[in-house]
Structures are given as structure tokens and as C-alpha cells.
């Protein structure tokens, strides 16, 4: 999701036998149909009893008029995203609006009352698991609204947006070599924190669009609907229906339903191909031998003298050589087809800390001052860039 919300591709999909329906962007959010959630919770009493037994964050309980005055009656130019799932708006708490909770900027995501029953189990999964986890490399969750049909999650407020918008955009500046690496550093520790949990966590929909960036870069996982607890004791792996996004999706998962920490790391690796190369996992606007991203990379990470020719153009060669041999050999072994044969999350965290380094703003390069005294009598300042 962009700010918390995500542009729907027209070519990626959901993997799923109930593929999402879209809301047009003009329709009003507060028009939902009854759906029949039974069983699951539907008033925020019955949410907070199900929370009660593992929730460790406190959440906040909004009503749904107090959305409209925080996102001014849900405003069109308010709209940060949509997808699937419904839309996501920009809004602000005002001081004294609720007990506990400062001022502060916040993404506001509806859910789509025409998902019905699974629509509120994703939305009941996002408050779930962003109820008892905590991480700085996950977006926080601040409060949720749950009255009538109505679906709604409150979160902290993203300034940059997706990865997905930053790394693919026309418009912007290109992110630098540094910023990348942050970016994936970042992400990776936020799954290595979800498969270390306790009770581990399986996320199942890596990719871009869902890691959100503050304005310092610093890499957040959002929209955790799809999200599943990991395997314990002698198991294996749990089997579930198969859902995420295709291009991202591990194969195995796809094949056999068998969800394991591996098919995350599997999904790194992609979102990790795409930092290298600029390029879309799925992107229907180049030949037809390259757009797929995986099909048409590995073959070329395999060998070293042909790793420089996919990095991304737009980096104009702004990157050290032996950090992008590194990453790129990181990327083929998490894009391995035997998932037994992928590193770890911790140790992808390992692996991407030594390649961390300081980094500018996009389009910012330092500047030195340098000072000339001539015999005349003459200074002279002159500011140079640096790259």
C-alpha cells in the first residue's frame, strides 16, 4: 500500500481462488453493503476480548464520524492509494480528539465492504498481529474502527510513501545505491523479526508496495491481512489456501500450499532484484523474455562477468562493485528453487549489514569549499560538488 496503501498493478494479481474485487476511485467509502462475518468479531468489544489473550500494544478505538473530521469526509485529494482491499487516505488527530494520543499525521485504510467474510479476516489479522508485535521496521498501528460494516485501520503516517513509488517512479529522482541497500536492510530485519517471533509469523506478501518508507528512509513492513502464524514444534510448514502476489509468490507455495518461513526469504529476493535492477518483478512492457524479472536475471547472476549488465541504468555506475557482486549473489541464493537451500532471514541481516553506508538525499551530492588567495591579493570561493 502507498502511504499504507498500495496502486493496484494491472498485472499483478492476487493468487487466489477469491481474486479482490477494485473500488472505483469515486465511490463513496461510507456506501457498504451487510456482509456476514459470522463468527468473527463485529463491534470493538468482541474485537478487544479476542486481542485480549496475546494484544501487548494498546489501540485506540475510533468511531467512524471521528474519521470523516480526521480525513475532512474522506477527501478525494486526501487519497493516498487503493487496491483490493479498499482505499487509504491521509488525515490528522487534532489535539483533544482522543484521550492518549498527541497530534499527529496518520493513514487512514478502509477496507472494502464488498471483500465480506475474508475481507474482515484480513482486517481482523492486521489488528491481531500489529496488536502484539512491535519493531521498528514495522509500520505501527494506532487505533482501528469497527462499527457497523465498517473496516477501518489507523496508522502511523508514512511521509515517502512505498518503496514501490519511490523505486519505479518517472518523476522522482532515482534512489542511490546507499539508499537501496538501506532500504533492503531494513526490510530484512523486519522479517527476521516476525520468523524469530515467539509464536513466528509468517508474512506472505512481500513486496514492495508493502514496505513503507519515513522520511529518513527507514524501511517499514505494512498490511499484514495476509499474514499467517509460522510452524512450531515438528513442523514443517502450515498449509493454507494459496494467496500473495504473483511474480513474489515462492513456487513451491504456489504448487503445493506449503507456507514456510523460506517462501518470505524467497520473496526478499525478488524485492531484493528489484533494488538491483530497477525493474518490476512483473512488467508486461518489455520483451517478452524479460518481463519476468526472476526468469530473466538468473541466469545472468550466475556469472559474475554479466552481474554489472542488470544493474539498474539509472545509477549511472554510482555504486561499488564488490557491495553489488554481494547483494547479487545474496538475491540468486534466496531465489533458490529449494527452499531448504535458502539462508535465514537473521543470516540475510548478516549479510546486508557490512554493505551499510552513508548516504545523501537523492539528487544531493556534498559540497566542498575551497578557498583560493592569490599574490594580488585576490580570494576566491568556490563551492565544488562531490561525488
Known amino acids: 500500500m502507498g502511504n499504507c496503501g498500495c496502486k493496484l498493478n494491472p498485472f499483478i494479481y492476487k493468487v487466489s481462488s477469491n481474486t479482490k474485487s477494485v473500488r472505483a476511485k469515486n465511490e463513496n467509502p461510507t456506501e457498504k453493503p451487510r456482509k456476514d462475518n459470522s463468527g468473527l ?6 474485537v478487544e476480548y479476542l486481542r485480549r489473550s496475546t494484544a501487548t500494544n494498546p489501540l485506540i478505538v475510533f468511531s467512524f464520524e471521528e474519521l470523516k473530521v480526521i480525513t475532512g469526509n474522506f477527501r478525494q485529494d486526501y487519497m493516498l492509494g487503493g487496491g483490493g482491499f479498499g482505499s487509504v487516505y491521509k488525515g490528522f488527530v487534532y489535539e483533544d480528539m482522543k484521550e492518549g494520543i498527541e497530534p499527529i499525521p496518520v493513514a487512514v485504510k478502509v477496507h472494502d465492504g464488498d471483500n465480506s467474510h475474508q475481507g474482515h479476516r484480513e482486517w481482523l489479522a492486521e489488528v491481531i498481529f500489529l496488536g502484539q508485535l512491535s519493531h521498528p521496521n514495522l509500520v505501527k498501528l494506532i487505533g482501528y474502527c469497527c462499527e457497523d460494516d465498517h473496516r477501518v485501520l489507523i496508522y502511523e503516517y508514512m511521509a515517502r510513501g512505498s518503496v514501490e513509488n519511490n523505486l519505479f517512479s518517472r518523476v522522482l529522482l532515482p534512489l542511490p545505491w546507499s539508499i537501496r541497500m538501506k532500504i ?4 530484512a530485519k523486519g522479517l527476521a523479526f516476525l520468523h524469530e517471533a515467539e509464536k513466528p509469523v509468517i508474512y506472505r506478501d512481500f513486496k514492495t508496495s508493502n514496505i513503507l518508507l519515513d522520511p529518513d528512509y527507514n524501511a517499514k513492513l505494512s498490511d499484514f491481512g495476509l499474514a499467517k502464524d509460522g510452524p512450531v514444534g515438528d513442523k514443517s510448514h502450515v498449509s493454507t489456501r494459496i494467496m500473495g502476489t504473483y511474480g513474489y509468490a515462492a513456487p513451491e507455495y504456489i504448487m503445493t500450499g506449503h507456507l514456510t518461513p523460506r517462501s518470505d526469504v524467497y520473496s526478499f529476493g525478488v524485492v531484493l532484484l528489484e533494488l538491483l535492477t530497477g525493474r518490476k518483478c512483473l512488467d508486461k512492457s518489455r520483451p517478452a523474455r524479460e518481463q519476468n524479472l526472476t526468469d530473466w536475471a538468473i541466469p545472468l547472476l550466475r556469472e559474475k562477468t554479466k552481474i554489472l549488465n542488470i544493474i539498474d541504468p539509472r545509477l549511472q555506475g554510482d555504486y561499488p562493485i564488490k557491495a553489488v557482486h554481494k547483494a547479487a549473489m545474496l538475491s540468486y541464493h534466496c531465489l533458490n528453487r529449494n527452499p531448504k537451500a535458502r539462508p535465514l532471514m537473521r543470516d540475510i541481516v548478516d549479510s546486508l549489514e557490512p554493505l551499510q553506508v552513508p548516504f545523501e538525499e537523492p539528487g544531493e551530492k556534498s559540497l566542498v569549499t575551497v578557498i ?9 570561493r568556490k563551492d565544488t560538488q562531490l561525488r
Do not use: D, K, M, T
Open 372 to 380: 583560493s588567495e592569490y599574490s594580488n591579493g585576490l580570494v576566491e
Open 41 to 46: 468479531p463485529s463491534n470493538p468489544e468482541e
Open 184 to 187: 533492503a536492510f531494513g526490510a
